[in-house]
């Protein structure tokens, strides 16, 4: 396994995605772990990751020591690199030509982390790479027992190498996609220079998966609030796997989720997979208390609450249950070396079925705590679930509570229930489902004048969002052709009778948030 230490690039986990695509676990941690923790992790090789840091300013993060002292592979990456080099003896300037973007280095034959590994061979016989930069620092002298292993006029010392004691070091990002060769490195680093096998794969992580869920949980019973999003949903097929009708998963329909959800849910869940499931139906009390209300921020603490309320109530009539299970996944546990400094505004209070209190007095259960979103998505693959359940795009916990503007009201979510599924209909059926990240439908209770047959409308609007993204914190909305957007608008006003005009989205975000509450 690999070791990476974050110094707080925006880049990390793509690391990590990299290493795991090479089927060797890896796990994520802040540069300054202890020494004792490295000691015990025990990994085939480290990776240091890039950050935004330059190594002359005084406080500057450091690797520990003991990372050069153990005896393992050590790669670094662009500030990785940096750190490694001034650490060991090297010199670190800044630069006067930053790089940032594309960038051609050249690569040198001898080095065991490039050799063979190129785009193209110039005339002079040299491996020439395409590659990702982003760096104003760039290492000017190297440490004593290091070689050049890759360059440009930008950028002498591109790449590093100490072959006897197996450091590494690379200016570029490896880890993007825009470094074609990024792949074979990685691979090249962890089975050719480290050793690892190829021990990370899904179907032996599922029976590694089940032996610990069981061992864990011995005969206790345990409770998993269901949502139908994909995490929560592939929990519950896992422990249902592991541990049968130990498991009961309760879910709370909140009258605020999508169009025949819940019905999906239970054939999924109970019938399909016979899972036991509580169905609550609460609706009507989530209206009642959501009546009147229409700051956004006070209608997401309302449904925060009344879900936890439900829930808890729910889980009394299980005496017998010992844990809570919840679909954490990596990225919710990872701490970034950036997050320490790092204040964030908030811009809206999210909440997920994981906003449970302690009061529950359970233990936490959280399988997927190892795993990236396509990870966890492989594995309910694995499980037998449904294609288009694992592959959904994200909802958000207040459901189409954000997603009808002001007041909700019943007759409201069942018009915009109605508009939404026919969007995504027609978004599965001309393909832009996969090209989209998010899509939607948003209900604005205003009124316009429009005219059908012969005779006036004044009636509702909804209005479209599709958009594509990352990682869900900057979005460009999408550019659907003009035919679909037409086709989603003709029917919604054609099927939904009290929706008269449908408007489409064109904000990125920012300056737009992906919801519009
Ligand atoms: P925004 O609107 O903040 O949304 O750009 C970013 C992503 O987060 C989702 N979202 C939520 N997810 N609980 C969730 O689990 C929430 O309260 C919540 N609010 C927004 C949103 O759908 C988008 O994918």
Redesign the pocket.
């Known amino acids: 396994k690999i070791l990476i230490l974050d110094f707080g690039s925006q880049y990390t986990q793509l690391i990590a995605r990299r290493v795991r695509e090479s089927s060797v676990y890896c796990e994520l941690h802040p540069y300054d772990v202890s020494e004792q923790f490295i000691r015990d992790f025990n990994p085939q090789g480290i990776v240091l990751s890039g950050g935004p840091s330059s190594v002359y300013e005084e406080e500057t993060p450091r690797a520990p020591d003991i990372v050069f002292n153990l005896g393992v592979p050590v790669l670094g990456i662009c500030y990785g690199m940096q750190t490694m080099a001034a650490q060991l003896g090297g010199k670190v300037e800044n630069a006067l030509h930053r790089e940032f973007g594309y960038a051609e280095v050249r690569a040198q034959g001898h080095s065991a982390l490039l050799r063979d590994i190129q785009d193209r061979i110039n005339e002079e016989g040299h491996g020439l790479l395409d590659v990702w930069m982003s760096h104003g620092d760039k290492v000017t002298e190297l440490p004593s027992g290091f070689k050049v292993i890759s360059s440009n006029a930008a950028t002498p010392i591109a790449g590093m190498a100490d072959e006897a004691r197996h450091f590494y070091g690379v200016q570029f990002h490896p880890e993007v996609t825009h470094t074609l060769q990024g792949k074979a490195l990685f691979e090249r680093f962890v089975h050719g220079i480290c050793g690892c096998g190829y021990d990370w794969n899904m179907p032996d992580y599922v029976k590694e998966a089940i032996g610990r869920i069981r061992s864990e949980v011995g005969s206790d019973e345990v409770i998993l609030g269901l949502s139908g999003g994909v995490d929560s949903s592939v929990v519950a097929a896992l422990l249902h796997r592991a541990i049968g009708t130990q498991l009961t998963c309760v879910f709370v329909d909140n009258g605020l989720l999508r169009l025949n959800e819940a019905e999906q849910v239970m054939k999924t869940f109970a019938d399909n997979l016979g899972v036991k499931v509580i169905h609550v139906d609460a609706g009507a009390v989530f209206m009642k208390h959501l009546a009147g209300v229409t700051d956004p921020e006070q209608k997401?603490k309302i449904i925060g609450r009344e879900f936890v309320e439900v829930f808890q109530s729910e889980s009394a009539k299980l005496p017998n249950a010992k844990w809570l299970a919840q679909g954490t996944i990596y990225p919710d546990v990872i701490e970034s070396a950036s997050s320490k400094t790092k204040k964030a505004h908030t811009?809206?209070?999210?909440?997920?079925v994981g906003g449970l209190p302690d009061t529950l007095h359970l233990k936490l259960l959280e399988p997927l705590r190892e795993l990236f979103k396509d990870e966890v998505r492989e594995l309910g693959v694995a499980l037998g679930l449904p294609h288009d359940m694992v592959y959904r795009h994200?909802?958000?916990?207040?459901g189409l509570g954000?997603r009808i503007l002001g007041e909700v009201k019943p007759e409201f979510a069942e018009l915009l229930r109605r508009a939404d599924a026919i969007f995504i209909e027609e978004l599965r059926a001309s393909g832009w489902y996969e090209k989209t990240s998010?899509a939607f439908a948003v209900f604005l209770p205003v009124k316009a004048v429009g005219v059908m047959g012969d005779g006036r409308t004044y009636d509702y609007v909804v209005a479209l969002r599709a958009v594509q993204t990352q990682d869900?914190m900057t979005?460009h909305w999408a550019e659907l052709p003009y035919t679909l957007l037409g086709k989603v608008s003709n029917r919604i006003i054609n099927e939904v009778r009290g929706i008269n005009r449908v408007v489409y989205d064109i904000c990125g975000?920012p300056p737009g948030?992906?919801?519009w509450e």
């Open positions: 997401r811009i809206k209070s999210h909440h997920n994200p909802f958000p916990g207040p954000v998010q869900f979005a975000k948030t992906i919801e």
